[in-house]
């Protein structure tokens, strides 16, 4: 028929006849080769197997085999189907046998387990691996280069380039949750950024994976090469369903399927005028607006006083109605009813003070017994004192967020572990180059990873190990407090370790192939391959070593290397040695090992190291150290406190006659510790625990406001004349009436202001404040009861002519002429007539320009505590610290805990919280990833570890992870060959979904206790054993967390920054699966306060303000404008304490909000005397009466809180503490010198213009008190 068919050609194209025969020949021969070629491609390759590898123990050869496929048997159709889904090969004919796909199913154990949660991508690989393996066109693809005797020893596989591509495509962003790295770094043989298509595929098929008993050579073409067409088989790309009904890959596990990646939102511009900042703008403008009005008011009244003698210098009444002392008609005087009411009420205060005053003075034994016995009694609560030192305490109120849930952390999953570290370096700079045997480019390594260091460090580390401390008469060692996740299976301590690596062996640090010429395989190589798959039990190097740590877990390579860039760890320049302790309730075998390892870590030498260490309690046993070494500075300090003011208090006039008062000085002192004694002792009956804050800082105020009330006492009754027929009880009665009434004030005014103080959250503040307030106020009465008896006592020693202190020796009688002291006639002759002269007082427009450069730099103080203050000088965690922000590149583990209640055991509940496929776009799980890809804006740094998604894929009934005895129903570890050992679920589509209702609770328990191996990577006890809370008798899933780690954070702003974008990712979270979620890190407590501190502080001192504002109002006879200018004074100083912590870098946190407190309430003594003088003068204008209230209480107000303060202050600049030197020694002398200048020069100048007129009722009423006595004279003087 053909040969007839192209004669026909022939005749009608006209070719000659030896053209038709050789067109025929050639045809016939290309129809032979095609049938040929037809059956060769039905021919195998292999068949079955036959032979042990060489290669890799216990693996088997597969037998040459070049006939036609054979049909496979029954038992081996379920196994094809579980395996290579959706191949319908017809009638079974394969190239392999039951054995083989048993083999196959065991070879792909773990990828299956770490890729089956991407559908696409594990369809692609089996793909792969079908074809190779069974596909009846092998021949067509697979040539056996080298087969020995009945076995094939190596092939050549043929993959399409297409193919390899999408196969590589549709996995590269799978997820590996236990890790948080990709799967492919387990996988691939090196960190998945590394790796590809061509060097993934060629990494499987190599016999140093451990799996392929022969090498299989994969060349990649979409073209045929040498006769054979590769294999380039359909793909499904991730973001594509499968046949089957699965849905593609989720967005954590694939990239093409998340849409846009998210961008973090632009920061705020920061807000400038002219590109100036806009608060300095707004000041300067503010500023120079004030000196326009200022100097404008100034011309103004100055013109005015030309033309009129109505000025602040003449008088303030109607001269044709003055106020005289004779006039005996006080209703001449049209007082308001204001006026009239403050009168009443201050000489209401004036009669109760001066009759109190009488009896203490009358009756000094029993007011001081007294006064003695309830000392003794509230301080006899000291015996119940307890010091807080637990900075969870010290800086959380048990009622805050971040408290309640630390605590519901602890008791779902127990205390976060505590941890002791060590960072090591090496002066060595002998970087070095490894040059890998099998090819590949050189790798330069740091000289920290040098082998023969490497050793000194493992020694190092396994001395650590074998520490021993003796606890209650046992012996306690590293084990006994140590994390082991496995235990009791592994009691191995988890030491997060690059020695780890090596099993902290040195044998296997040493362990290496090669021969006379060449290594082939070391260290090296085994370090390279496990800082690109920390949890693989068996590197592809022929070391064959496992990276997996000896606890069972990996040691992943940002936390045991530091100093590298990117992921370069080779390039490492520090060693990182952590060693978790389980923390208990009870932790006092903890914390007896922690000395010795900070002896040992101290004492340690070796000129190839250098090491920075950390042990949990190490800042705390530093600042105990610190505390006990700046006892001296303290004791000096107030030492110099105490001698100034027991001299001070003297009026020495001759060196005959002493007139010193050292006796009342110290007991004026002793009064002070009384108080302070007495409010620790009554808040300890409460329960109410102290803290080193108030210990420190609580004497240092009270001695403040104190000693002001006693030289305000005692100078007052130096100055005054006793008045004819008065005797001394009535004297020093009135004098208490003129000055308790201020010191009333004072003192009632801060003690309202502290105990507002007290509604503060933070525990620090609020414990201060409490203390502070009782102090005062018992400071206060102590004053006006035994001080005052104490007083009178001392002034009959002195009318008796009595030596002080030795007052039973008696001096001769002799005539002596009174006079004032020195400092009393400066600031009277010299001090206030100069500060209020008329061309002086334009001083007040310094203070202003200092207040305007303050606000506009108040926002700009730093909030948050440096943790390197806290230490001493000399501190080797000082080191440590630097060392931390130096080389560390990853931060503290934050988990975000799911909250009990959720219903995992439902499809909707698991979706809203696992990130594989079908899972909510929204869920838990993708959103911490999402918020992983842009780290730098959300400090999330990796993808969470997911044991809902591990669940998932261990409990699938392809993996052999999931077994149980048949019999008994006990879990089957993958490990154990047993064949009463069945799958937990039924290969079967619905076998096949997730577990849910009773089969999710039914495998869980076992899934979380059991232990990760080589057959199943994918065991939760190492990993999930304490984020998962089960419900008695595992009948539920309670509370879990999925955790993942923060960025790299070196100081305070980054660790605030961290806590809110945490909480904020955790509320968004929840909002998503209208389920309680929250962030949980260990340093949440501690930072917490700083994300309300500047409210915090903006509150207390407010209100603080406020009280002071009240208070001044009643005690001063409702004189609001005294109020106002009181208020005004001590806000002016506030607000320059801001500015002094901007130029003296003190941040904003507990301990600098303690202290601006108390400035608010020592600025009170600068202040509220000098207005109440001014308030009570009866002189003719306000400049008088404003040289009169500087002048008698200005003096009292330097020489009492001023220079006491001063003196005792400057010995704190001598301290060992840092934080002594910034918090005490740099805010108190602000807060003394602001004080003293806005008390002393501001305020008298303020009152001097606008302060407030004369009240009219009082000045009748101290006419009619004192017309015609000496004392009007005084009132005149």
């Known amino acids: 028929m053909l040969f007839y068919f192209l004669k026909y050609i022939r005749f009608k194209i006209n070719v000659s006849k030896w053209n038709f025969i050789i067109t025929y020949n050639i045809i016939i021969i290309i129809i032979i080769t ?16 036959c032979g042990e590898s060489v290669a890799v123990q216990g693996k088997k050869y597969n037998c040459n085999y070049t006939g036609p496929p054979i049909p496979l048997k029954p038992e081996g159709y379920e196994l094809l189907t579980e395996l290579c889904p959706g191949y319908d090969y017809g009638n079974r004919s394969l190239c392999c046998d039951v054995d083989q796909l048993r083999t196959l199913k065991g070879s792909l154990q773990l990828p299956l387990q770490f890729l089956s949660r991407c559908p696409s991508c594990f369809f692609n690989l089996m793909n792969l691996f079908c074809e190779l393996t069974c596909s009846p066109h092998q021949s067509q693809f697979m040539n056996a280069t080298h087969i020995n005797a009945s076995s094939v020893i190596e092939v050549q596989y043929y993959i399409g380039k297409r193919f390899a591509n999408a196969m590589y495509n549709a996995c590269r962003d799978v997820q590996a949750p236990s890790s948080n790295v990709k799967a492919l770094s387990l996988l691939c043989g090196k960190v998945a950024k590394d790796c590809n298509a061509t060097n993934w595929i060629q990494f499987m098929f190599d016999t140093n994976n451990g799996q392929s008993p022969f090498p299989i050579i ?16 359909k793909t499904y790309a991730c973001t594509e369903g499968l046949e ?16 846009p990646k998210p961008v973090p939102p632009s920061l705020p511009p920061p807000w400038t005028i002219f590109g100036i900042d806009a608060m300095t703008v707004i000041m300067w403008i503010s500023y120079v607006a004030f000196l326009l009005i200022f100097f404008g008011a100034v011309l103004a009244a100055w013109c005015y006083r030309k033309r009129t003698i109505m000025s602040e210098y003449g008088p303030i009444l109607d001269s044709n109605n003055p106020l005289s002392l004779n006039s005996d008609n006080p209703d001449q005087v049209n007082a308001s009813c204001c006026e009239t009411l403050g009168e009443r009420f201050e000489n209401a205060l004036r009669t109760l003070f001066s009759s109190w005053g009488s009896f203490c003075v009358q009756h000094p034994s029993m007011v001081i017994l007294g006064s003695f016995i309830l000392v003794v009694a509230a301080s006899g609560g000291l015996v119940y004192m307890r010091i807080t030192t637990d900075p969870v305490d010290l800086w959380s109120s048990p009622s805050s967020q971040a408290r309640l849930e630390k605590d519901y952390f602890d008791s779902h999953f127990g205390p976060f572990f505590r941890t002791a570290q060590l960072i090591i370096t090496t002066p060595l700079n002998d970087t070095f180059i490894y040059s890998p045997y099998f090819g590949g480019s050189d790798v330069p390594f740091g000289a920290i990873l040098d082998k023969d260091i490497l050793h000194q460090v493992l020694d190092l580390q396994l001395d650590i190990e074998a520490l021993v401390a003796t606890y209650e008469g046992q012996n306690v060692t590293l084990k006994d407090i140590c994390l082991a996740p496995l235990a009791p299976y592994n009691d191995n301590c988890t030491i997060l370790s690059v020695l780890n690596y090596f099993q902290n062996s040195h044998d296997v640090l040493d362990h290496s192939i090669g021969d006379d010429f060449y290594v082939y395989a070391d260290y090296h190589s085994h370090f390279l391959y496990c800082v690109s798959a920390p949890a693989s039990l068996n590197d592809t190097t022929l070391l064959h070593d496992p990276c997996l740590g000896t606890f069972g877990g990996p040691i992943f390579p940002w936390l045991a290397l530091g100093g590298y860039d990117d992921t370069n760890y080779n390039n490492a320049t520090a060693l990182v040695i952590t060693f978790p302790l389980n923390n208990y309730l009870n932790d006092s075998a903890r914390l007896v090992i922690n000395p010795f390892f900070q002896n040992y870590s101290t004492n340690f030498h070796n000129p190839n190291l250098t090491i920075a260490f950390n042990a949990e309690r190490s800042v705390e046993d530093e600042i105990n150290r610190e505390s006990n070494g700046d006892i001296s500075t303290i004791v000096i300090s107030y030492a110099i406190m105490f001698i100034y003011i027991s001299l001070a208090l003297g009026h020495i006039q001759s060196f005959r006659r002493v007139d010193s008062k050292i006796s009342l000085g110290i007991a004026g002192i002793l009064i002070v510790l009384s108080s302070v004694s007495s409010s620790l002792g009554i808040f300890s009956y409460a329960g109410i625990p102290l803290t080193l804050i108030v210990i420190e800082v609580i004497p240092f105020l009270v001695l403040a406001v104190g000693v002001d009330n006693i030289f305000i006492i005692v100078q007052t009754y130096q100055r005054d004349e006793r008045m004819p027929h008065e005797e001394l009880h ?14 009333f004030l004072s003192s009632f005014s801060e003690t309202v202001a502290f105990f507002l103080g007290a509604l503060s959250n933070m525990p620090a503040v609020r414990t201060f404040s409490l203390f502070a307030g009782l102090a005062v106020f018992i400071d206060f009465l102590l004053q006006i ?34 006079t004032d002291g020195f400092l009393f006639r400066f600031f009277k002759k010299v001090y206030a007539p100069f500060i209020l002269k008329e061309w002086v007082r334009p001083i007040i427009v310094m203070f202003v320009g200092i207040l305007s450069f303050s606000i506009a730099v108040v926002n700009k103080v ?10 001493p000088d000399d501190s080797y965690v000082l080191e440590y610290f630097k060392n931390l922000s130096e080389y560390l590149h990853t931060g503290a583990p934050v988990y975000f805990v799911v909250e009990d209640g959720l219903n995992y055991s439902s499809l909707e509940g698991q979706n ?12 838990l799980v993708q959103q911490v990833y999402a918020a992983s890809l842009i780290s730098n804006y959300t400090t999330v740094a990796v993808t969470p570890s997911s044991w809902l998604d591990d669940y998932f894929d261990w409990v699938k009934p392809q993996s052999s992870c999931c077994r149980y005895y048949n019999a008994s129903g006990a879990f089957c570890n993958a490990s154990v060959v047993n064949s009463s050992c069945v799958h937990c679920r039924p290969m079967t589509p619905t076998g096949k979904q997730r577990p849910v209702g009773d089969d999710f609770m039914q495998f869980l328990p076992m899934f979380l206790s059991d232990n990760p191996n080589v057959k199943c990577g994918k065991g939760g006890h190492a990993a999930y054993a304490t984020a998962v809370d089960l419900y008695p008798n595992n009948m539920g899933v309670g509370a879990s967390y999925f955790m993942t780690y923060h960025t790299i954070l070196k100081d305070s702003p980054a660790f605030i920054d961290a806590l809110k974008m945490a909480r904020n990712l955790a509320h968004n979270i929840s909002q998503s699966m209208d389920h309680k979620v929250f962030a949980y890190s260990v340093f949440y407590v501690f930072y917490e306060q700083y994300l309300t501190i500047a409210y915090d502080t903006a509150l207390n001192l407010s209100a603080s303000l406020a009280a002071i504002f009240v208070v001044t109002a009643m005690l001063l006879g409702f004189e609001l404008w005294s109020a106002v200018i009181v208020s005004l004074t001590i806000a002016m100083i506030l607000v320059n304490m801001f500015g002094v912590m901007w130029l003296w870098d003190i941040s904003l946190n507990a301990v600098s909000l303690v202290n601006l407190v108390m400035s608010c309430g020592i600025s009170v003594e600068f202040c509220s005397h000098i207005v109440r003088a001014f308030s009570i003068s009866v002189k003719k204008n306000r400049v008088e009466r404003a040289e009169e209230a500087l002048a008698h209480m200005g003096s009292s107000v330097f020489s009492g809180i001023t220079l006491t303060k001063f003196g005792g202050i400057l010995i704190l600049a ?64």
């Open 218 to 233: 994969p060349i990649f073409s979409d073209v045929p090469v040498s006769g054979y067409t590769p294999m380039n088989n």
């Open 1214 to 1277: 001598f301290s060992k503490s840092q934080i002594f030197k910034v918090f005490y020694f740099r805010m108190y002398l602000a807060m003394v010198l602001l004080g003293a200048t806005h008390g002393l020069i501001f305020l008298p100048v303020l009152l001097s213009y606008i302060g407030p007129s004369v009240n009219k009722a009082k000045v009748f009423a101290a006419n009619q008190r004192y017309a015609g006595t000496e004392r009007e004279r005084l009132l005149n003087y």
């Open 244 to 259: 089957d009904g699965s849905g593609p890959c989720s967005c954590q596990d694939c990239t093409n399927a998340c849409g």
């Open 730 to 743: 009535q004297q020093i009665g009135r004098i208490l009436g003129d000055v308790a009434p201020s010191m």
């Open 34 to 49: 095609l049938g040929c070629y037809q059956v060769e491609a039905q021919h195998c390759v292999w068949h079955g197997e």
């Open 862 to 871: 730093e909030i948050g505590l440096d943790q390197k203050l806290s230490m």
């Open 912 to 923: 809203a919280v696992c990130g594989g496929v079908g899972c909510n776009n929204n869920s």
């Open 785 to 818: 009861s035994c001080f005052v008896s104490l007083l009178g006592l001392d002034a009959r020693r002195q009318e008796g002519n009595r030596l002080d202190i030795i007052c039973c020796v008696k001096l001769p009688e002799g005539q002596e002429s009174k």
